[in-house]
């Protein structure tokens, strides 16, 4: 059974613009949901989110359309805002300040059986083991420093 990980907006972004800081961990880990080892979960709220940042805007209507084709994949699970999250979220918001967006992120994972939430996003990363988050909250991990990627010899 593939793992389950969440990806926030800014994990998107980074891959679309080639953001050299996270091109190798987001490639790293769309090659092991290619091969069918994860399942990257994210809020329909996304789709939107990435259209909303200049850079983005400014891209011609194919790459637009290529942007979207890239959420039909297999392996990406698209969550809507259901109510429970939308509560959730509220809550999230109310109790700990984290912005309206990222509390929908954090709520939509909590509720997804995802092992983490990745993300980029300082002020969602301070909120890791925060009491009422309910899932860990992670850079998505670097593949030069030797993280989750290793195999052992042999392989």
Known sequence: ???RVYWDTN???GWFQQEPNKRDALQE???QAEAGELIIVTSALTITECAGLPTVRKVDDDASQKMLA???QEYIALR???RLVAEKAHNLTRKLAIRHADAIHVATASFSNVRVLH???EGMLRHNGSAGVGVPIERPPDPSEGTLFEKPKGD
Do not use: G, I, K, Q
Request: some cysteine; glycine content about 0%.
């Open 29 to 31: 880990l769309l090659n």
């Open 11 to 13: 994990c998107f972004l």
């Open 70 to 72: 890239f959420f039909e």
């Open 1 to 3: 059974m593939p793992e």
């Open 80 to 82: 809507s805002v259901e």
């Open 119 to 121: 993300t980029y996003d």
